[in-house]
């Protein structure tokens, strides 16, 4: 991330750290995909926006 100021201590810790909760949300996601919603956040802002405003809307529509 592109931030102003001093990185804190999660932005300082070791690439490995991030990439072994990275896989242990996607080891959640996939054993609970009813919990669970993947979204691509190398998409747009208005992508993603549309993606999860689809998914709540659905959500909501089988509350119904």
Same mark, same amino acid.
């Given at each position: 991330?592109?931030?102003?100021?001093?990185?804190?201590?999660?932005?300082?810790?070791?690439?490995? @750290?991030?990439?072994?909760?990275?896989?242990y949300y996607?080891? @959640?996601?996939?054993?609970?995909?009813?919990?669970?919603?993947?979204?691509?956040?190398r998409?747009?802002?208005?992508?993603?926006?549309?993606?999860?405003?689809?998914?709540?809307?659905?959500?909501?529509?089988?509350?119904?």
């Amino acid at each position: 991330l592109d931030r102003v100021g001093t990185p804190d201590r999660l932005e300082l810790a070791p690439r490995e @750290m991030h990439e072994r909760i990275r896989e242990y949300y996607l080891a @959640m996601a996939a054993s609970d995909p009813s919990h669970y919603f993947l979204v691509n956040a190398r998409q747009s802002i208005d992508v993603i926006a549309d993606v999860v405003h689809a998914r709540v809307s659905e959500l909501l529509a089988n509350r119904a």
